[in-house]
């Protein structure tokens, strides 16, 4: 029994397409990413589940209730969902207990049970000793933690995040990573996260719905989506990779193929869906960390090295094809080298053309 | 529900508020006669007249000669201002600011009373004074003249140009100008080349403001010229309607082209504040531009602002002091001074109840005033009602209708009504008048609200009621407090609206000292206008030590 149900969402803004039938499901406690570039429709999607925003058709279901159907839209203060804005969205004229309470004093809760869910949940989030403190005396990531708690303590069906990190810096924004899925793994919150942080999305999710220009485009685990990308789109986004245009020179069955790339260095490689014929022009999509130095392998010249700590970014050109390559460090590579190179079948992936 | 209803009761009353009385105007303009006479008939006669005839054309020319030249004057020293207070190393800069925009806080038909005291030719203190001590002859200074009168006026609309260029002179990005310098331009260089054109869409916009604000305005001419040898047209249609020989029909006419003069006026302005907002160089780098050193120049600088303050308010009031409390006839050198005569003013039935009328109309006039225009503005913005551009378009339409010419609607509209001579119909003209005023504040307030605040609230469960009263009014309780206090000191000075709809019911502080003014008793108007301005003080001091209010970003 799925949680959120997602049914052909359009949503149009005069001539554009913000969101362009979309549909997805989302099962009771799991946590789902929608990942995109800016402007790919995630945010739009998400403020129609939250109904926040109004869909030009289709359907939205959560748990068995039908929100978003024929026209008829639940307001938002009924759906039983609640945000984690991406501002936090802190009220600044009230104190951070409060700012959580707020939820619980709508439903008309008595005063002693909100008291002791408000300091549950800060204790939770871990603001215990905060709440008589103004959410303007608050740093950033304290805020996000105040958005957080005032969002799980109404014990809301579905959990929505509106990239909740974006505002944070770097050290901290990672912590905060990680504290988040524990919370909701400790919660057991059906959730769907908006980022456009391909790692945030990663970490977190169990599963991720990579959207591009209104659509989704792929839809798989993490590991899936980086392994095994769909499209041109899919393996650009998501990581580094060497996108070459190539030819399919015969296959072998169980999707192994033997493709030759520009320059005639002739690989082995495997696609995720079947369908390919031979003499096919196909593209192959390689992470520059799958290509290795090693023995007897294929032989290429170093064009530039530039050193990032534990990698070196190595552009090499192996007959005449420009290759990316991520090599550890401890191998110590100069300009003009010359290096035997290994790239694994598996790290091969043919790719559909958008 | 409230999104389908709203409109539906917002347009017919902002209708009745200010369309009406316009049209009614109109009306009265092609009208032979008041409305009450059987004998009125529709007639092109006076619209004719006004329009086509020397005589009215002669003060068509010189409202408009002497509007031009006070907006210019005004903008030209609000310019230089703006730039000593936000570019300069100017001493005391704060205290410098508020002395600057001070004679925005008081009431121009006060000062003019005062300028009257200082600056008549013969009685005028600064003449007897001249006479008594350096023995001058004619008249030194005689306010009674086109350019006593363009002066006055340019000195109390000098902080509306303040305002608007320094606020455009501080959302400027300062890299701009340290382009310049590092560019070999001087200091002068820099502000001619670099500072003026970039803010000269304010400067525009301030000085059609300004324009549309001294073609409407009565106080000044009325109080200074009292043998109107300077032709104005708000002092026309207050004679043509309160003078012998009555002619209501010819006040109109005369509103509706002092109208037409404000709707371009008001057109040019709009257009010149939309190409501001294009040049808004907001930067989120919160470092402080290099100050032009002022050095030598600094304290003649000081004394610039000084003077300015000194013509202002210092002299206007010692005069006003003067005139209340000196015995009257008595020697200017050597005065008695005395309180019976402001104890005796003061004392009066008529004070007492100017008084409680100013302050219900004081009180009444923010309240409602706010109230719609923050309802209007939450109609618009965030409920997004249909409609929504008919309701703004109707709200900021009385920006363009000067004060007097919404008294001669207003008269045309209530004169066969029980409603007319009473307090209610001031509080009618004075809420069309003021409600851009405070729909536009309520509205900055909500596009400064973060929507995200309010959407977490409707997602914690609440509706649009819980939500409005919860988050929305307590985030924009300070905008709309200072709505309140701007609009109690609009309603409290006011007059041009006042004098042409008062009866003996309904008589304001501004209007009897109007009145006394007019029995050529300067001693009594001088204490009423005191009066009133303690009021104002009253307001503005309450304002920004008991709210916490920052006026001076709010008009």
């Not at chain 1, 969101?19 to 929608?34: H, I, N, Q």
């Not at chain 2, 008594?132 to 609309?157: C, D, E, K, R, S």
């Not at chain 2, 200072?482 to 042409?500: C, K, P, T, Y």
Request: with cysteine.
């Amino acid at each position: 029994m799925s949680e959120l149900s997602v049914r052909d969402l359009v949503v149009r803004y005069g001539d554009v397409l913000a969101v362009d039938r979309v549909s997805f499901t989302v099962a009771e406690g799991e946590f789902v990413s929608l990942l995109g570039p800016s402007g790919c429709g995630k945010t739009t999607t998400l403020r129609c589940i939250a109904g926040l925003e109004s869909a030009s058709s289709g359907e939205i279901r959560i748990g068995t209730d039908r929100v978003v159907a024929d026209g008829h839209e639940t307001p938002p203060e009924k759906r039983g969902v609640n945000m984690v804005f991406q501002s936090y969205a802190v009220w600044p004229h009230m104190s951070v207990f409060d700012n959580v309470a707020y939820g619980l004093r709508t439903r008309s809760m008595p005063a002693a049970e909100i008291t002791a869910r408000v300091t549950e949940v800060l204790r939770l989030v871990g603001l215990n000793g905060y709440g008589a403190r103004y959410g303007t005396e608050l740093s950033g990531g304290q805020q996000q933690r105040v958005a957080v708690a005032r969002a799980v303590v109404t014990e809301p069906r579905l959990l929505l995040f509106d990239e909740p990190l974006s505002n944070l810096d770097a050290g901290l924004r990672e912590r905060m990573r990680f504290e988040l899925l524990a919370l909701q793994r400790r919660l057991g919150r059906t959730s769907v996260y908006v980022t456009h942080d391909q790692a945030e999305a990663m970490v977190m999710s169990d599963r991720i719905i990579l959207m591009h220009q209104g659509r989704v485009v792929q839809e798989s685990s993490p590991r899936d989506l980086y392994e095994r990308p769909a499209s041109r789109f899919a393996a650009a986004f998501v990581g580094n990779a060497n996108l070459i245009e190539a030819e399919l020179v015969a296959s072998h069955g169980n999707d192994r193929h033997t493709i030759r790339l520009p320059g005639g260095l002739e690989l082995q490689g495997h696609a995720a869906s079947a369908g390919w014929q031979p003499a096919a022009r196909v593209l192959v999509c390689i992470r520059p960390e799958n290509i290795e130095p090693a023995p007897n392998g294929h032989s290429a010249t170093v064009v530039r090295a530039s050193y990032l700590g534990p990698i070196q970014t190595v552009e090499l050109d192996a007959a005449g094809l420009t290759l990316r390559a991520d090599i550890a460090s401890r191998t110590k590579i100069a300009q003009g080298d010359r290096l035997s190179l290994h790239i694994s079948p598996e790290a091969v992936v043919l790719v559909a053309e958008d | 529900m409230a999104r389908r209803f709203l409109p539906w009761v917002l347009i017919p009353l902002l209708a009745v508020l200010i369309l009406v009385p316009v049209g009614f105007m109109f009306l009265g303009a092609f009208m032979s006669g008041a409305l009450a006479d059987p004998e009125a008939r529709l007639t092109l006669e006076k619209v004719a007249a006004v329009y086509t005839t020397l005589p009215y054309l002669r003060t068509l020319a010189s409202t408009l000669a002497i509007a031009l030249l006070v907006a210019g004057i005004a903008t030209a020293g609000g310019v230089f201002m703006a730039w000593l207070s936000s570019r300069t190393d100017l001493p005391a800069r704060p205290v410098m600011e508020t002395c600057i925009i001070a004679p925005l806080f008081l009431s121009p038909f006060v000062g003019a009373i005062a300028w009257l005291v200082l600056g008549s030719p013969k009685a005028g203190l600064v003449n007897v004074l001249a006479r008594a001590w350096f023995g001058a002859t004619g008249p030194v200074v005689n306010v009674a003249t086109p350019a006593g009168i363009v002066l006055i006026m340019a000195l109390y609309y000098l902080p509306y140009a303040y305002l608007t260029v320094s606020a455009a002179l501080r959302n400027m990005d300062p890299a701009m100008e340290e382009a310049a310098y590092l560019n070999g331009s001087g200091v002068l260089g820099t502000a001619l080349k670099v500072t003026l054109p970039v803010v000269r869409p304010a400067l525009i916009s301030a000085f059609f403001f300004i324009f549309v604000l001294a073609c409407g305005t009565f106080a000044i001419p009325a109080v200074l010229d009292r043998s109107s040898q300077v032709r104005f047209l708000a002092v026309d249609v207050f004679q043509a309607s309160a003078t012998y020989p009555i002619d209501y029909g010819t006040a109109a006419a005369i509103g509706t082209l002092l109208f037409w003069i404000s709707v371009l006026g008001i057109a040019a302005y709009q257009f010149a504040s939309r190409a501001a907002r294009r040049f808004v160089t907001v930067t989120a780098r919160g470092y402080r531009i290099r100050l032009v050193r002022l050095r030598l120049l600094r304290l003649p600088m000081v004394g610039l602002v000084g003077v300015y303050v000194l013509l202002a308010i210092v002299l206007p009031y010692l005069a006003l002091a003067w005139s209340a409390f000196a015995r009257p006839g008595g020697n200017v050198l050597a005065p008695v001074w005395t309180l019976a005569n402001a104890r005796g003013v003061l004392g009066s039935a008529e004070v007492a109840g100017a008084t409680m009328n100013t302050l219900e109309v004081g009180l009444v006039t923010p309240t409602i005033c706010v109230a719609l225009g923050m309802l209007i503005a939450y109609a618009v913005r965030r409920l997004r009602v249909p409609g929504a551009k008919a309701l703004d378009y109707i709200t900021m339409f009385s920006i363009a209708v000067p004060g007097i010419v919404f008294g001669t609607g207003v008269f045309w509209t209530y004169v066969l009504t029980p409603a007319y001579g009473t307090i209610a119909v001031l509080i009618l003209a004075f809420l069309a008048s003021y409600l851009p005023f405070a729909y536009r504040i309520g509205d900055t307030a909500l596009l400064q609200i973060d929507r995200a605040l309010e959407e977490a609230s409707s997602l914690c469960g609440a509706g649009h009621a819980r939500t409005l009263a919860r988050i929305t009014l307590p985030l924009a309780r300070p905008a709309l407090l200072s709505a309140w206090i701007m609009v109690f000191i609009f309603s409290v000075r006011e007059i041009s609206a006042a004098v042409l709809l008062t009866s003996s019911d309904n008589v304001v502080l501004s209007v009897l000292s109007f009145n006394y003014l007019d029995y050529g008793d300067v001693p009594k108007a001088a204490i009423v206008g005191l009066l009133q301005t303690a009021l104002l003080a009253a307001g503005v001091i309450a304002g920004r030590f008991v709210f916490r209010v920052r006026l001076a970003r709010q008009v």
